[in-house]
């Protein structure tokens, strides 16, 4: 089992800035590779960027490409997601996840643990 717990969502105007952090317990951090993802009410999830379990390999999704950055530090059994030039449309709940193995995940149905997700709020 691993437990994630999401942290650094809230209110912020266009154009500023967030980091996500996603902290894990339980099994080892470093056999999951890691991701990000969003939604807003009535709509499906969102891939918002993926790593894997050494860092070495990262996907961002073309929407937030250039703006937002997943990192990990896998001493601190931590995920980020540092998100950069907001705007309005970024606005939903992030929830991070935990899939096994190395390679990236790219679709929810691909990981194993999630988090309970923290809200961002762009305001225009």
């Known amino acids: 089992q691993v437990q994630l717990v999401e942290s650094g969502g809230g209110l912020v105007q266009a154009g500023g800035s967030l980091r996500l952090s996603c902290a894990a317990s339980?099994?080892?951090?470093?056999?999951?590779?890691m991701g990000w993802f969003r939604q807003t009410p009535g709509e499906e999830g969102e891939l918002v960027a993926t790593i894997s379990w050494s860092g070495d390999s990262t996907y961002t999704a073309e929407s937030v490409r250039g703006r937002f950055t997943i990192s990990r530090d896998n001493a601190k059994n931590t995920v980020y997601l540092q998100m950069n030039s907001l705007k309005p449309e970024d606005t939903a709940v992030y929830y991070c996840?935990?899939?096994?193995?190395?390679?990236?995940?790219?679709?929810?149905?691909?990981?194993?643990?999630w988090g309970q997700g923290t809200q961002v709020t762009v305001s225009s």
């Open positions: 339980g099994r080892a951090f470093s056999n999951y590779a």
């Open positions: 996840a935990a899939r096994s193995g190395y390679g990236l995940g790219y679709e929810g149905r691909e990981y194993d643990y």
